[in-house]
């Protein structure tokens, strides 16, 4: 069977008494409105009708909405609007439930028309785009009066007792010219139940306006809306930011402008013909137009339209630039308007494709109220897309490379929007350092497209995720334009990556310019807070450089490539006290010991060794700790990195690596899944800790410590009577104990359970060692 078609907008009008300049019926590319009828007669209405009733009946719909719409439907006055309700209510009514709408520009709302669509129970929609400034901006009548005061009497009359269940809301076009706070403000006064926000229709030949020196100005316009949003509590809803979040979680985003759910959506113009989304309007003439009428073709033959096919393709329907795109669950591609180029048609992101990597992570950062309803009614054993073995394999200990493989996904796909996000800053940045984010930012959306994989690698390395995050502190200040600006290393590490020639504004920082994961050179004074570079495959070279270079270095050993990072200026992650550059003699230690310490591991736990090769991207050097004490750390938002003062011994050095390499799984995985109770405020005495430590430290700690029992066991069966065995009794007590604490705590969740469980079987299949 076809598929269905449940919402129709039905011309009734193709004039309007509105002049708008930014109306996509009479000032877009397709005129097709000049040769249509300019009302809607009885005839076709009741044709119409009867199209929708067959359809629904013939596929058992549970409901059908139709939207009056123009033009401006309004213009039919109450007996042709009363006409056409009639005939609506009358064909529709007994065969499915019928919702009915009108979207109007709201001038010629009286109290007359209000009753009329109370009888017929028709939900008012109003377009108003904000204050008197900004509604003038653009819709006025065509001797260029403002519409303003009648657009806020019909509101006002929405708003009384008797009509307020009428009140749809308020559809309201972004300008950028108004100040989105305003506009905020101004629809708020009107108490709508709804607030549609839409960006004007653009394609990439007729591209939306971008006012010089205002990088993604649409997301930093809706952003802002949303911040104040959010900082109200949500008062009303609004239906962009909803969708993008719906989609993002999964949900039905009931909207064409978000989201991958098939369009269901289908106009009837005042002439009969079945036509596309009116939106399309702005692609080119005839752009909507499917060649069929209501007269001679059914909804299914209206539907089987290829034009109309092509947008319920969900994502096999999206150019492969979309498809390759972490956000397109939300975004869907934006609008298939948007899509549109003369070259190839559809088959391209939206033209707000940069404005849209920006909102959507900040609208997704806050997971909905229903998220959180569907978090605590996930099967108790859900491990959210990791493979059961994978997460069980974990709890038992070292996991393996396919689960650190998917943990690095899942932090990849968390990065992305935390970088888009940082770039979002740059609006709130002045001056040359703005001016080296913006060019960067532009640098860093073309690579995306055409290099994703050194694109990939440069965002996961960890520093930039910490970068990131430091971006996004509030209260910033003046440093964050110097911190944003990190964007151009940032930038000019994935063009060397891929080799790509470029030419970047990087910010100076202490005296250097840095690229993360490439290393730093020295400038002179001349460069003041910037210097030019030119990024080429073979390396970077800088105007202003005195010669002095620091190379991120890297040690190479048994599988296990990392960065030995004594350069990044953001490898601080968790006031690590990091060493200074090391001196030569200090580096020969440091590339010695990690190959011989990775040598060991992989002799000694093999499937510990296989997950730090896998996971472990970096190591900070840190200053050494007072004498007898090692001296090591991980952070929550530098996944695959740790911190550690090299020790004495290539023993503890492995000891720490596998210690510190359980603290990156788990902060990973807590991150990703909700192991026990956050809140739990219970203080529990371990054997490893002379103070109590609350319910999170313990489960690390228990965690770490089950890697150096392995250790330890694998020490004590090359010499059974020795020191090795004392450790690995003790450290398997202690192991053995926590389980127990944390089993009874009742402070985990169902799959925390499952994981303590894991790390307990482990341990108690090494009771007969003893
Ligand atoms: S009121 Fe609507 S249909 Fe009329 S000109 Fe303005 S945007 Fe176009
Ligand atoms: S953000 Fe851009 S690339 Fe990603 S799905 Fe949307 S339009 Fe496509």
Redesign the pocket.
């Known amino acids: 069977m076809p598929e269905s078609v449940s919402q129709y907008v039905l011309k009734v009008a193709s004039r309007c008494d509105l002049s708008c300049d930014h109306c996509y019926v009479y000032e877009h590319a397709d005129q097709s409105w000049r040769g249509r009828p300019k009302i809607l007669d009885g005839a076709t209405v009741r044709q119409a009708a009867t199209q929708v009733a067959e359809h629904a009946r013939a596929h058992r719909l549970d409901a059908v909405s139709v939207v009056l719409h123009g033009g401006e439907p309004l213009l039919l006055g109450t007996s042709g609007l009363n006409e056409i309700l009639r005939t609506l209510r009358t064909v529709i009514d007994p065969v499915t439930r019928l919702d009915l709408r009108v979207h109007t520009n709201g001038v010629l709302l009286d109290e007359t028309l209000c009753e009329l669509f109370a009888d017929y129970g028709v939900q008012v929609g109003v377009s108003l785009d904000g204050d008197r400034a900004a509604n003038d901006l653009h819709r006025r009548y065509s001797d260029g009066r403002s519409s303003h005061e009648q657009v806020l009497r019909a509101l006002m009359l929405l708003r009384k007792p008797e009509y307020r269940h009428l009140y749809a809301g308020i559809l309201c076009t972004v300008d950028l010219e108004n100040d989105p706070i305003a506009v905020y403000e101004a629809l708020l006064v009107e108490a709508p139940p709804r607030i549609d926000l839409l960006l004007p229709h653009a394609t990439w030949d007729e591209p939306p306006r971008r006012p010089e020196g205002r990088p993604m100005p649409y997301a930093a316009w809706l952003g802002r809306f949303h911040d104040r949003w959010i900082a109200d509590g949500r008062p009303v809803p609004v239906r962009l930011f909803d969708s993008l979040l719906a989609a993002w979680e999964g949900r039905r985003s009931g909207t064409e402008a978000a989201g991958l759910d098939p369009v269901d959506l289908l106009v009837i113009e005042t002439d009969g013909a079945w036509e596309q989304a009116d939106s399309l309007k702005t692609a080119f003439e005839g752009a909507p137009a499917t060649g069929f009428n209501i007269w001679d073709h059914s909804v299914d033959e209206a539907a089987a339209h290829p034009g109309v096919v092509a947008r319920r393709g969900g994502l096999a329907g999206?150019c492969q630039?979309?498809r390759n795109?972490t956000?397109?669950r939300a975004?869907?591609?934006?609008l298939y308007a948007h899509r549109y180029r003369t070259d190839n048609g559809f088959d391209n992101?939206?033209v707000y494709?940069d404005d849209?990597?920006v909102l959507?992570p900040l609208i997704t950062a806050r997971p909905s109220a229903v998220l959180e309803t569907q978090r605590t009614e996930r099967p108790p054993w859900s491990t959210n897309g990791l493979p059961e073995r994978a997460f069980d394999m974990l709890a038992a200990g070292p996991g393996d490379r396919s689960a650190m493989a998917w943990l690095a996904d899942a932090h990849a796909l968390v990065n992305r929007p935390l970088i888009a996000a940082a770039a979002s800053c740059i609006e709130r940045t002045y001056g040359d350092l703005r001016r080296a984010a913006e060019q960067a930012w532009e640098l860093l959306s073309r690579l995306d497209l055409e290099h994703p994989s050194a694109m990939r690698e440069v965002l996961t390395y960890p520093y930039v995720q910490f970068w990131a995050t430091q971006c996004l502190r509030p209260g910033r200040g003046e440093a964050l334009d110097l911190d944003c600006a990190h964007l151009a290393g940032v930038a000019a590490a994935v063009a060397q990556r891929a080799g790509v020639e470029a030419e970047l504004i990087l910010p100076v920082r202490a005296g250097a310019i840095f690229v993360p994961s490439v290393g730093a050179i020295a400038v002179d004074e001349r460069a003041g807070r910037t210097s030019v570079v030119h990024v080429s495959a073979s390396g970077l070279t800088c105007r202003h450089a005195t010669g002095a270079r620091q190379a991120v270095r890297r040690v190479t050993a048994a599988g296990m490539t990392l960065t030995v990072d004594d350069v990044d200026p953001f490898r601080d992650c968790q006031a690590w006290a990091p060493a200074r550059r090391l001196s030569p003699p200090e580096w020969k230690a440091w590339r010695t010991a990690i190959p011989a310490a990775a040598r060991q591991l992989a002799a000694e736990v093999p499937a510990y060794a296989d997950v730090v090769a896998a996971g472990l991207r970096s190591v900070v050097p840190m200053r050494p700790g007072p004498a007898g004490r090692n001296q090591s750390g991980t952070a929550r938002n530098a996944f695959g990195a740790l911190a550690l003062a090299l020790p004495d011994d290539v023993d503890t050095l492995s000891a720490l690596l596998v210690h510190e390499m359980q603290h990156v799984k788990l902060t990973a995985l807590c991150d990703l899944f909700d192991l026990f109770d956050k809140a739990d405020p219970g203080r529990y005495h371990v054997s490893w800790r002379a103070d109590p430590r609350p319910f999170e430290g313990l489960l690390h700690g228990t965690y770490a410590h089950l890697a150096i029992v392995e250790l330890w066991r694998s020490r004590a069966r090359k010499a059974p009577d020795g020191e090795a065995r004392r450790h690995f009794d003790m450290y398997r007590s202690w192991v053995e104990e926590a389980t127990g604490i944390l089993l009874n705590a009742g402070a985990l969740t169902p799959l925390g359970g499952r994981f303590v469980n894991g790390m307990r079987t482990t341990i108690e299949t090494w009771a007969d060692d003893q």
């Not at 975004?331 to 934006?334: A, D, E, I, L, R």
């Open positions: 999206l630039t979309c795109c956000l397109v975004c869907g591609g934006g992101p939206s494709c849209l990597k959507i």
